[in-house]
């Protein structure tokens, strides 16, 4: 049962009714007025967007006094633009949603954003920024794992609280009390997929390439361990930089180490540029990786994309035999609201909807935590976040979520799941789930 007091009804109800009650504000404002106020164009690279209903037909009081501030640090521009865009959609989505319904404490809620570009200096002074600000109410992000332990001196500093959805590093919640991540880390990923293709592939030889940064070479630590675990022989890892021109030389070294698969980086642009070299170079090895369901894998090689096997949190949406009435109410609610106002990305037949489910996932838990504590004081939010425990038809990904003092991820190994790009009758391609966490 869940330690936390509110029901099931009550936590999926008030968020599907809080999507109503921005509808209906919506149609009550007329031509006359705006249901969402963004304010004069900030500075290159910043952008601030306050969204306060029109509640005079709900009955409800509307928020009122000095913004909650909800700053969100990453990429908006560049190959990587849409990590930091998607997951700011569905911040706006939830914080309209919670402004419709009254605010956080009887406060507006303002989202704010900075383009870091994943330049760690920039995610440092972008992350300072939002915690010198008098009304912070919690940063999202940094993005990445390089860039986020970058800014987490300053996080730990000002007592930020502080929402993790894309930082996959296993140790980046070390000495970080007021971080909460919603993401399957680095270990339990890696765990997932060599104990996957151990038991299912007749191959023994993997190698990896990974982007040369604190993720890739965390990764370069882990895998020969797990590899020797699972009965598997690790032939090497190459490490590649977004900024040079291709990929072929680590290609070539890593397929003449024999490797049968090969571990691609879990950002997909790096992703796709190292399978275009595969191309290149006429090599067609088995893939495998995490954080591989975007539509942007689907665009990169065919023959190589067709087969990719991959791990990650329940992605209900890419899912070709799961009817979208099996899924979690939440997570399907949140994803018509994405559609219908952001839309989708639509990218070699995949339809990929330009949101972020687990950003979603941490809004509603930091107003849980927030509205339990009673204020917005860090430490007395982080000690109600710490209570969390959800049962799975109370979260957007139909899976337990809990947390504790001692442990600020949402997720276990159970949560990491298996998947596989297959390509359809119709040269479109489409994720089929492969198998259940290994403790399942």
């Given amino acids: 049962m869940s330690r ?3 029901s099931r009804s009550i936590v999926v109800l008030g968020l599907l009714v809080a999507a109503l009650l921005v509808s209906v504000a919506l149609a009550g404002c007329g031509g006359d007025e705006e249901s969402t106020t963004t304010t004069a164009e900030p500075p290159a690279g910043e952008t601030t967007t306050t969204a306060v209903a029109t509640t005079e037909t709900t009955g409800i009081t509307p ?12 990429p908006f521009s560049g190959s990587a633009g849409f990590l930091g865009e998607w997951t700011a959609n569905s911040i706006n989505i939830m914080v309209d949603q919670k402004n419709a319904a009254g605010g956080l404490l009887g406060r507006p809620l303002e989202v704010q954003t900075r ?4 330049d760690p200096a920039k995610s440092v002074s972008f992350t300072r920024e939002f915690a010198d600000m008098e009304n912070i109410g919690m940063i999202v992000g940094p993005v990445l794992t390089s860039n986020f332990l970058a800014a987490k001196p300053v996080l730990v500093e000002k007592k930020i609280i502080n929402g993790l959805n894309i930082v996959s590093g296993t140790d980046a919640l070390v000495d970080a009390p007021y971080s909460f991540r919603n993401l399957t880390n680095t270990a339990i990923q890696a765990e997932t997929i060599l104990k996957y293709v151990s038991e299912n592939l007749d191959m023994k030889k993997v190698g990896a390439i990974e982007q040369d940064d604190e993720t890739g070479h965390h990764i370069s630590d882990l895998v020969p361990a797990i590899a020797e675990k699972y009965g598997l022989e690790f032939v090497g890892i190459e490490f590649v930089n977004p900024k040079e021109s ?3 030389n680590q290609v070539k070294r890593i397929k003449d180490a024999g490797a049968e698969m090969v571990l691609l980086p879990p950002v997909a642009p790096t992703a796709s540029k190292v399978m275009l070299a595969m191309e290149q170079v006429d090599w067609n090895p088995q893939v495998i990786g995490w954080g591989m369901q975007t539509a942007t894998i689907a665009a990169s090689s065919p023959d190589i994309v067709d087969g990719i096997l991959f791990n990650d949190s329940i992605i209900w949406n890419r899912l070709d035999n799961v009817s979208e009435d099996a899924w979690p109410p939440l997570y399907a609610a949140h994803y018509k609201d994405i559609i219908a106002q952001y839309g989708s990305q639509d990218v070699g037949g995949v339809s990929q ?3 972020e489910h687990g950003a979603a996932e941490l809004m509603m838990e930091y107003f849980m935590a927030v509205e339990m504590a009673g204020s917005l004081d860090p430490d007395a939010v982080k000690a109600a976040w710490e209570s969390i425990d ?4 109370e979260t957007y990904f139909g899976v337990p979520i809990a947390y504790s003092s001692s442990d600020h991820e949402a997720w276990d190994p159970a949560s990491a799941f298996v998947y596989e790009w297959k390509k359809k009758a119709d040269g479109t391609f489409g994720v089929e789930l492969r198998q259940p966490a290994p403790s399942q």
């Fill in 63 to 74: 928020p009122s006094g000095d913004p909650i501030i909800i700053g969100v640090v990453g």
């Fill in 115 to 118: 383009d870091d570009g994943l």
């Fill in 246 to 248: 291709d990929y072929l």
């Fill in 353 to 355: 909807p330009k949101g």
């Fill in 4 to 6: 936390f007091t509110k």
């Fill in 390 to 393: 959800l049962a799975p038809e």
